[in-house]
């Protein structure tokens, strides 16, 4: 009996979990893999689930999908949307949206796994499929390995993944090189002297402090870097104080900054300390601020002979036009991990879920950035047909180029 793709994917939609609670997720993929007859390994990475396909001797292909969810409200309209709940790390209640398609990476990985078991007489070696939680915090390819899934499973050969994107339902998107920048979520703790709001003179303000940094931050990229390279320095929150007439004793700057490669990363990185320092100084801090780590992505990097390949082999299995360079994304993923500590090569690719008359009128009319919804909105949706299809074929393609 085959796996009703559709009935799935609206199912995982409906009920999406945040990073680290993929329970309810991770319990559909364990019994879609036992009803393809498929022994799997569960809790890797708290809720990570492993399985392997081993068809005799050859190449061994790990393919990846991410499984967990965003604390967004879904405003699709969608009949299957999504109501769910869930409480966050701070222990708040938040709605939980699947607004970046890991439902659909989930969806097309059971089905590239059912095809792959019928079609084993057409193919030798072994796949590996991971279904992975924490992708949107940066850490579930990290805790699947220290949770041993490179000691449960053999090594790849190479590692495949892709991402649904907002590109018109049956494209891929795939370049050589950087596919997705580097990343690092940083916090900073300004710390001040706090005190009562009508005598600012005895304190040290955190909050001015703060906005003086967030402002001087800016420049980073607008003055500092070469124009023709890239690099996002982003603020994303502030907290500071409780109540108007109070000065309170400490300010928290949460950072997010993007880079091309290792190289920019450690630029970028010793411009921040530097301004974040210096504007403490010049707030006349006593103490040094605390700049912490939250996670550290590395570039997703294809490689360049084995993403000439693919593109030859969707080429010829989709037809002309039907693969694209989307350019270098400033996103950030944590799927090169497995590949990293494997040591192997990577290709991680997009595929597209909109409609392609729709995309195709705003691109008409210039209106894809007010139209078209990207990921992490509260309205994105992507069409299921043939998005599933081309999702569950693009797998397929990529795992049959490498296996013998």
């Given at each position: ?90 222990g708040t209640d938040v709605p939980v949206m699947h607004a970046c398609g890991h439902d659909m990476h989930v969806t097309a990985l059971l089905g590239a796994l059912e095809r792959l078991v ?66 690092d979520g940083l916090t900073v703790r300004l710390l001040g002297r706090g005190g009562h709001g009508s005598r600012p003179h005895a304190t040290i303000d955190p909050v001015v402090m703060a ?194």
């Amino acid at each position: 009996m085959s796996i009703d793709l559709e009935a799935l994917y609206i199912d995982l939609h409906r009920h999406p979990e945040l990073s680290f609670q993929e329970t309810r997720t991770a319990g559909v993929i364990a019994r879609e893999l036992a009803a393809l007859g498929l022994d799997y390994t569960e809790g890797l990475g708290t809720t990570g689930v492993a399985t392997a396909i081993r068809n005799g001797d050859g190449p061994v292909v790990w393919l990846r999908a991410d499984m967990d969810a965003l604390p967004v409200e879904e405003k699709t309209g969608l009949a299957y949307a999504s109501t769910a709940r869930g409480i966050d790390p701070a222990g708040t209640d938040v709605p939980v949206m699947h607004a970046c398609g890991h439902d659909m990476h989930v969806t097309a990985l059971l089905g590239a796994l059912e095809r792959l078991v019928a079609t084993k007489d057409e193919w030798s070696g072994t796949v590996v499929a991971v279904f992975q939680p924490a992708e949107e915090y940066g850490a579930g390819a990290q805790a699947m390995i220290a949770g041993g899934v490179m000691d449960a499973y053999p090594t790849p050969d190479i590692v495949l993944g892709q991402h649904l994107t907002p590109l018109p339902a049956g494209v891929v998107g795939v370049r050589p090189g950087t596919q997705m920048a580097a990343s690092d979520g940083l916090t900073v703790r300004l710390l001040g002297r706090g005190g009562h709001g009508s005598r600012p003179h005895a304190t040290i303000d955190p909050v001015v402090m703060a906005a003086a940094t967030v402002m001087r931050l800016q420049t980073i990229v607008s003055r500092e870097i070469d124009p023709r390279e890239m690099a996002v320095v982003t603020v994303g929150a502030i907290h500071a104080g409780l109540k108007n007439n109070i000065i309170p004793a400490e300010a928290t700057l949460e950072l997010s900054l993007r880079y091309p490669d290792d190289d920019a990363r450690a630029d970028v990185l010793a411009r921040v300390e530097r301004v974040v320092r210096a504007e403490a100084a010049a707030s006349g801090a006593t103490e040094e601020p605390v700049i912490t780590t939250l996670h550290s992505l590395p570039p997703t990097i294809n490689d360049a002979d084995a993403t000439a390949r693919l593109v030859a082999a969707w080429s010829r299995a989709f037809g002309e036009g039907s693969v694209v360079d989307p350019g270098m994304f400033t996103g950030s993923e944590d799927v090169s991990w497995f590949a990293r500590e494997a040591g192997v090569p990577l290709v991680y690719w997009f595929w597209g879920g909109l409609d392609p008359a729709v995309y195709a009128d705003a691109v008409a009319r210039g209106a894809v950035n007010e139209e078209i919804p990207t990921n992490h909105s509260p309205s994105f949706a992507p069409v299921l047909h043939p998005t599933i299809e081309r999702g569950v074929d693009a797998l397929v393609v990529a795992a049959r180029e490498f296996l013998a």
